[in-house]
């Protein structure tokens, strides 16, 4: 007979101190956070040896707490494992995917077909949306890949998807067979300037790396989402300063052309970034995704 205290006050603990949040692991298991505290106390009690120190709203874990910590995800990880590959109707085959709308259309959704091919046992699931979501909260989703700045919050990983070159973009029509290289800062600063609103990069942002203060106040056409503008500019309505990884088939086809290039900088930023939740970085179909992206990307995938 095995020697182990209580499998469901070790849960509780391995939650606890994974998530470093009492109130987070009692979301995670769907206890209250009094049902939590007291089955880690039950454990405290076994072992005769507090495994977290107490502060207002917060928790910390004792050089004890982090020891049975190391031991106990090795061993919840190989069960995770073991169940997920012996379950007659596990869900190991479809993945969940919430994309910020842009990213989705533009860049990932044209590789989606690659990705299927290569693994066509794994079922594709899309939805999207701008605002980010919480994956402590929707269990449904296994993915998020968020736009603007990476979630930070205890018990998800998120990961930078490389970073995006951002440029003032245009059609080919607007510049009246000017070229490129002939255009200055004046130039640009006098032409129609696309505003996208949802773009941590702005004009002021751009000008001011050149080297130029952006005249205030003056009007700029805004779109909420990053295609929307991209085809403004398609359509001759102005400069869009976008990302030229949302913006790569509309280069290579011709219906835009890139502003930079000679004395003219262009701004790099991560803008994308992928999360899943901590507990599920050894799931197989997770890694799968998350090295393929990475590997579309351009980026190493260790």
Not at 12 to 17: G, S, T
Not at 22 to 37: K, N, R
Not at 269 to 290: A, P
Request: contains cysteine; charged residues 20%; aromatic residues 8%.
């Amino acid at each position: 007979m095995r020697k182990l205290p209580s499998f469901f006050s070790l849960r509780a603990f391995e939650a606890a101190a994974r998530l470093q949040s009492f109130a987070l692991a009692s979301e995670e298991l769907h206890l209250s956070p009094s049902a939590i505290s007291h089955q880690v106390r039950g454990l405290e009690t076994y072992f005769g040896k507090p495994m977290f120190t107490r502060s207002f709203r917060r928790v910390e874990l004792t050089a004890e707490g982090r020891r049975l910590l190391d031991q106990l995800s090795v061993a919840f990880d190989l069960m995770e494992a073991a169940c997920e590959e012996l379950g007659p109707a596990r869900r190991s085959d479809a993945l969940a995917v919430h994309c910020s709308p842009s990213f989705a259309t533009k860049w990932l959704g044209p590789r989606l077909p690659r990705f299927m091919q290569q693994y066509p046992d794994i079922n594709i699931s899309m939805s999207s949306g701008a605002e980010p979501v919480d994956l402590l909260r929707h269990e449904e989703l296994d993915l998020a890949i968020a736009y603007g700045s990476a979630p930070q919050r205890a018990g998800i990983v998120s990961e930078a998807i490389g970073s995006d070159t951002i440029v003032p973009l245009c059609a080919p029509a607007l510049l009246c067979d000017k070229p490129i290289s002939a255009l200055t800062l004046a130039d640009i600063a006098g032409m129609t300037l696309i505003q996208s609103t949802l773009n941590p990069v702005r004009w002021s942002d751009w000008f001011a790396l050149n080297g130029m203060k952006l005249p205030p106040g003056r009007p700029m056409p805004s779109f909420d989402r990053a295609s929307l503008a991209l085809a403004a500019a398609v359509n001759s309505v102005g400069i869009a300063l976008e990302s030229t990884r949302l913006a790569e088939q509309e280069i290579a086809n011709g219906e835009l052309v890139r502003l930079d290039g000679g004395e003219l900088k262009s701004v790099l930023r991560e803008t994308h970034f992928l999360s899943y939740r901590e507990g599920e970085k050894n799931s197989k179909k997770i890694m799968r995704f998350r090295d393929w992206l990475f590997l579309q990307a351009g980026l190493n995938q260790a």
